[in-house]
């Protein structure tokens, strides 16, 4: 992810926690503008959704989603993808798919 940093301090999460958010199927994206000129983009991904394997595939199919449409996200929002526990066993287009439906309710997208 090029413009992209990760989010990585409770604060910065629970700050963006209190923003808008938008639900869809899967997931559930928050979204709080931001003093830089890139993203920020955090993913959680809890233990009730399942074993390491299964959390750290779901995380790997949203940092994809969001790679995917980098170049359509508008610049300087934290960004906060949070898996469902229906996003088990779904596919990457799938998740793509609802990141990109919240992305939209929440005007993120150029």
């Known amino acids: 992810m090029k413009n992209t940093?990760?989010?990585?301090?409770?604060s910065d999460f629970?700050?963006?926690?209190?923003?808008?958010?938008?639900?869809?199927?899967?997931t559930v994206v928050y979204a709080r503008k931001?003093?830089?000129?890139?993203n920020r983009l955090g993913l959680?991904?809890?233990k009730t959704?399942?074993?390491?394997?299964?959390?750290?595939?779901?995380?790997?199919?949203?940092?994809?989603?969001y790679r995917l449409a980098e170049d359509n996200v508008k610049k300087g929002y934290d960004i906060?993808?949070?898996?469902?526990?229906?996003?088990?066993?779904?596919t990457q287009e799938q998740i793509q798919k609802d990141i990109l439906y919240s992305m939209k309710k929440l005007n993120l997208l150029q």
């Open 14 to 26: 629970r700050r963006a926690y209190r923003s808008d958010n938008a639900v869809g199927g899967y």
């Open 44 to 46: 959680t991904v809890s």
């Open 80 to 90: 906060i993808i949070v898996a469902r526990n229906r996003a088990r066993g779904k």
């Open 5 to 10: 940093q990760s989010l990585k301090f409770n």
């Open 49 to 65: 959704i399942g074993k390491a394997v299964v959390r750290n595939r779901i995380k790997r199919l949203m940092r994809e989603s």
């Open 34 to 38: 931001n003093k830089y000129s890139f």
